[in-house]
């Protein structure tokens, strides 16, 4: 799969200009640390906040989370039609 929809280095860099100090001195340590460019950094912090599952904004799910409990809802009501059991999240 190629991924096409990337934060652009001169956007990244208008973010960043426009976090605080300590925020930014953070995040360009930690790109610098891992050796990636920031770009990719603020696109996997700003993906993974949306969508613990995903690695960028590619494949990032923006589904609010009302959709998400509707879909949860709708999983658990197949899987007692079919017979099984739904185990009981910790809260």
Do not use: W
Request: proline share 8%; aromatic share 6%.
């Amino acid at each position: 799969m190629q991924l096409t929809e990337h934060l652009s280095p001169r956007a990244a860099q208008a973010f960043i200009e426009a976090l605080p100090v300590p925020i930014r001195d953070a995040l360009l340590a930690y790109s610098a640390e891992i050796e990636y460019p920031v770009e990719g950094v603020l696109e996997m912090a700003i993906a993974m906040f949306l969508d613990l599952d995903c690695a960028g904004f590619a494949d990032c799910r923006t589904d609010t989370p009302s959709m998400m409990r509707e879909r949860i809802a709708i999983l658990e009501a197949v899987i007692r039609k079919n017979g099984l059991t739904v185990p009981e999240l910790p809260e």
